[in-house]
């Protein structure tokens, strides 16, 4: 069959659509590259907010209006979550829940029969060392668990995900050796938290990080999301890994409020002083590393004191990556029993701390004018150019270059979310 795949959300989602791809592939099934053609669509679907929700079963409608004829397949959060709404939405369509995506050429080739298949429910199977397809043949991105050991009152991923399950260090670093010698020059390390590897299996997320850039190559790391409370048992290790000239110097670690009162509501597990202590620690270390973060507004329980706490908070952290979303009930969250504040107070704070990022975000690129940065040429950019990212992973716009090399540029100009500059 020709067969389309579609990804909504984040990079973990991306790497499920990949191995799904891959294995495909290998089964001898043909992969297009637009709806049109194909004769099955694979709609990998995310779900951790509201308007992304929306989103999915807006276009699982337009699919089924428009074209009856076509097999659809929903895989990805959605199937775990809420098949209520699911079968609401796509009630001919196939399923593949996230722990199932190993048997995705054996349930295609049933659907290819004319039957409607729903693979559902938690496996052991490791995604690790399996066939990929790369949306990007220089970026790799390896799953390194799946799962986590939080109990965050907001969040349904972890319905979808499951508990903690680590995969094995030696397949990991033998996948990204393959990686490497392929031609990849982005490793990226991806998980729901990535500082939660090894909790299940007495590893260690910063044991891994050294394995992987010890592998011979030119190339880099990016090493992804990481729960400060999961960081807490490992900073000293973290932080001497992060100083290996291999790995990106981006530190990507969520606060969600700026508030001890909302944070201990949410299940968080550390308070505003024990991120910021990490936070900092990793600063004073390597002084020019990147920090992303992420903030709920308007949590049921944040009152105007509590927003404050987080405006000032960001301003202290001054992070440059800031991830900002409109709390949304979730489904089975223990914090959708609560009331919804004031959607013109949320809508408020939003615009407050979204004109703050702006402000930093370009104040802190503004520093790296007239610098000269090493760049990592990824692909083109989307409006024309080259794209890469700089050693402390800033997105960087050239007018020329060669996907793949590590080039030194010369930044020209500063925006608040990316660099532009000339080739020396």
Not at 21 to 27: D, H, P, V
Not at 98 to 122: A, D, L, M, N, Q
């Amino acid at each position: 069959m020709k067969i389309y795949i579609e990804t909504f959300g984040c990079t973990f989602n991306q790497a499920d659509s990949q191995i799904m791809a891959g294995l495909l592939k290998k089964n001898g099934q043909e992969l297009v590259e637009n709806l049109e053609e194909a004769e099955l669509l694979i709609l990998n679907t995310c779900y951790v907010k509201q308007p992304t929700e929306q989103k999915i079963i807006s276009r699982m409608k337009k699919i089924q209006d428009r074209y009856p004829e076509k097999k659809l397949v929903i895989t990805g959060c959605m199937v775990e979550i809420d098949p209520e709404k699911l079968e609401k939405a796509a009630p001919l369509a196939s399923w593949i829940g996230p722990h199932k995506v190993t048997s995705t050429p054996e349930v295609i080739e049933s659907i290819s029969k004319g039957e409607v298949v729903r693979e559902t429910g938690y496996g052991t199977d490791y995604k690790v060392c399996l066939p990929k397809i790369r949306s990007n043949p220089l970026i790799h991105i390896i799953q390194i668990c799946e799962g986590c050991d939080g109990n965050c009152s907001y969040c349904c991923t972890r319905f979808a995900r499951g508990s903690l399950q680590s995969y094995p260090e030696e397949m990991i670093v033998e996948e990204a050796r393959s990686a490497v010698e392929e031609g990849c020059v982005e490793i990226q390390i991806t998980a729901q938290d990535t500082a939660a590897y090894g909790k299940d299996t007495g590893a260690s997320l910063s044991h891994l990080i050294n394995e992987v850039a010890g592998i011979e190559g030119d190339f880099r790391i990016r090493v992804g999301m990481m729960h400060p409370k999961s960081m807490m048992n490992d900073v000293d290790g973290l932080v001497e890994a992060f100083k290996n000239p291999r790995v990106y110097k981006f530190l990507h670690i969520p606060i969600q409020s700026g508030s001890d009162g909302v944070l201990m509501d949410m299940n968080r597990g550390h308070s505003v002083e024990e991120f910021m202590e990490i936070a900092m620690r990793f600063r004073s270390e390597i002084p020019e590393i990147s920090i992303a973060t992420d903030i709920i507004v308007g949590y049921p329980t944040e009152e105007d004191s509590d927003f404050a706490g987080t405006m000032d908070v960001i301003e202290r952290l001054r992070p440059d990556f800031l991830n900002i979303s409109k709390y949304m009930h979730r489904p089975g969250t223990r914090s959708s029993a609560l009331d919804e504040i004031d959607h013109k107070t949320m809508k408020a704070r939003s615009k407050s701390l979204t004109d703050l990022k702006s402000e930093i975000g370009y104040g802190n690129n503004l520093k790296l004018e007239c610098s000269t940065q090493t760049v990592t040429v990824t692909g083109k950019g989307r409006k024309g150019g080259y794209m890469g990212r700089t050693n402390s992973y800033k997105q960087v716009i050239v007018s020329d270059a060669v996907p793949g090399s590590f080039i030194s540029v010369d930044i020209t100009l500063a925006k608040s979310t990316y660099l532009m500059g000339i080739v020396k």
